[in-house]
């Protein structure tokens, strides 16, 4: 399993559409499974940008864990596009996401690891969130994603020099801007 994160320290500037459109593209032109899974801990809107198969969020799905245990089990939890893209959605309600830490994020990502060969993972704008780490200590690639300005190339240098900074050198090397 591959595990691509999707980030940038600026809000605004197209990582969750850009999560989903690289799910959407991997999906439909892969043979395999392909899920996207809401790590933003601010109520994120991935889960609004595809048809709604299911209420079930990343909290229900940590909660359930402990019964999934074949792929059926976890398609539950997933509403699935027609191009084959599976999402799992965050909270509506930020107190519930925000309450979840980079270990529960952690298990996440290991129970979609079973299940698919491709996860991206859509993140909020607060490398410094629990949540965030959680997800960048699970990764194998990030795509640090910027506004086409001035400023966009400032928070993405600002983002990979953090993350190069803090223990994630290994995911500044292969970075895709």
């Not at 959680?134 to 690639?141: F, R, T, V």
């Given at each position: 399993c591959r595990k691509i994160v999707f980030i940038s320290r600026k809000g605004g500037v197209g990582?969750?559409?850009?999560?989903?459109l690289a799910g959407h593209t991997f999906a439909s032109h892969r043979g395999d499974r392909v899920v996207a899974l809401d790590g933003n801990p601010d109520a994120g809107t991935l889960g609004h940008r595809v048809r709604r198969e299911t209420a079930a969020?990343?909290?229900?799905?940590?909660?359930?864990?402990?019964?999934?245990a074949r792929y059926a089990d976890i398609r539950g939890?997933?509403?699935?596009?027609?191009?084959?893209?599976?999402?799992?959605?965050a909270d509506d309600d930020p107190r519930l996401t925000e309450a979840l830490d980079g270990e529960q994020f952690r298990r996440a990502i290991t129970l979609l690891e079973r299940h698919y060969n491709l996860v991206c993972l859509d993140t909020g704008t607060g490398v410094l969130d629990s949540a965030t780490r959680?997800?960048?200590?699970?990764?194998?690639?990030i795509v640090v994603v910027i506004a086409p300005s001035?400023?966009?190339?400032?928070?993405?240098?600002?983002?990979?020099?953090?993350?190069?900074?803090?223990?994630?050198?290994?995911?500044?090397?292969?970075?895709?801007?």
């Open positions: 990582k969750t559409s850009t999560c989903l969020t990343v909290t229900s799905l940590l909660d359930d864990a402990d019964r999934i939890y997933t509403s699935q596009s027609p191009t084959r893209l599976e999402v799992i959605a959680g997800i960048l200590d699970a990764a194998d690639q001035l400023d966009g190339a400032r928070a993405a240098s600002s983002t990979l020099d953090w993350l190069e900074q803090n223990g994630y050198q290994r995911l500044v090397h292969g970075a895709v801007g």
